[in-house]
């Protein structure tokens, strides 16, 4: 929900979650915060979060995923579509189910 970014204070140009995943492992990068990883093999449902677990194999992971979405955001395909006007309009709106591509 768009309300969660004014409780964690955070401007709207700060507030975005960006994802990564490969067959085993999803990382999770938001700004000002640490990352978020899963294993994907031992962890189907998501529920233990590995992003501050201290360990060598884990640490290479975090870089080199972190590393993948460093790359890709340098992509010229990473554009804002939406006034920050209408952003802001939409804030507090709990939409029903994940939208994608709304004009």
Known sequence: ?????K???NAQEDAQLIMVRDARWKYVHAEGFRPMLF???EDQDEL???G???A???D???VWMSDVIFRWSRRHHNRITMRPEKIESMT???PSGILIGIW
């Open 92 to 94: 507090g709106i709990d």
């Open 48 to 50: 233990r979060d590995l």
């Open 39 to 41: 294993d994907l093999q």
């Open 1 to 5: 929900m768009r309300e969660a970014r």
């Open 60 to 62: 290479a992971v975090r």
């Open 7 to 9: 409780v964690l204070g």
């Open 52 to 54: 501050d677990v201290a």
């Open 56 to 58: 060598e194999a884990l």
